[in-house]
């Protein structure tokens, strides 16, 4: 019961809190989320080697991909959870991808997963109210941008999401940011691993 109180005031607090928008640094921001994952050896993040800063809430794009993260994590069934974090820019929005190497989704289930309360796993083998996806998806859908999921038994999930600029522009009231206005974060061509 406890679980599903906390879960419900964390959905009603994402469309209560404020929207603080600015310049967010992706690579920062992952860096901040897979610290807390940084003894697990059995966990591997690799990140794109061209993120780009974009125009978002920081705290509710953290929100957006530390669910994200920690669904791929929480539900994988491999000795070695394999996490792959992408991005792409157009003029129009940002687009982000998280691809593990998990147990896969059957298409039938591919809308049903961002539906709150529900869970494909029984709660007695995985802890979960079935919040997180939802909570992604209505932070995302605040923004102007769509998430979906492409995945197939055995294959893996990738989770991909947009930021819609044309949208972010409204809520600032700022002219739109192109692509060749977004400044470039160098990600030093590393990738993080937990391993090292």
Not at 28 to 42: G, K, M, P, T, W
Not at 51 to 76: G, T, W, Y
Not at 126 to 134: F, P
Request: aromatic share 10%.
């Amino acid at each position: 019961m406890e679980l599903l109180l906390n879960a419900l005031l964390e959905y009603s607090q994402v469309e209560r809190s404020k929207e603080n928008f600015q310049f967010v640094n992706i690579f920062n921001l992952l860096n901040v989320i897979l610290s807390r994952y940084a003894n697990d050896i059995s966990i591997n993040v690799e990140f794109d080697k061209n993120l780009s800063k974009v125009v978002a809430s920081p705290k509710k794009l953290q929100i957006i991909f530390e669910n994200l993260i920690e669904n791929a994590i929480r539900f994988n069934d491999k000795e070695v959870i394999n996490i792959k974090i992408t991005s792409e820019e157009t003029d129009d929005y940002w687009l982000f991808s998280v691809k593990d190497n998990g147990p896969g989704i059957d298409m039938r289930y591919h809308e049903k997963v961002f539906v709150i309360f529900q869970t494909l796993n029984r709660r007695d083998d995985v802890e979960s109210i079935g919040v997180g996806l939802s909570i992604a998806k209505k932070i995302v859908e605040d923004f102007g941008g769509r998430i979906w999921v492409e995945s197939e038994i055995n294959n893996g999930a990738d989770f991909r999401f947009t930021l819609n600029k044309h949208s972010i522009k409204r809520k600032l009231a700022l002219p739109l940011y192109t692509k060749s206005d977004t400044p470039q974060i160098s990600a030093k061509e590393k990738f993080y691993s937990s391993a090292t």
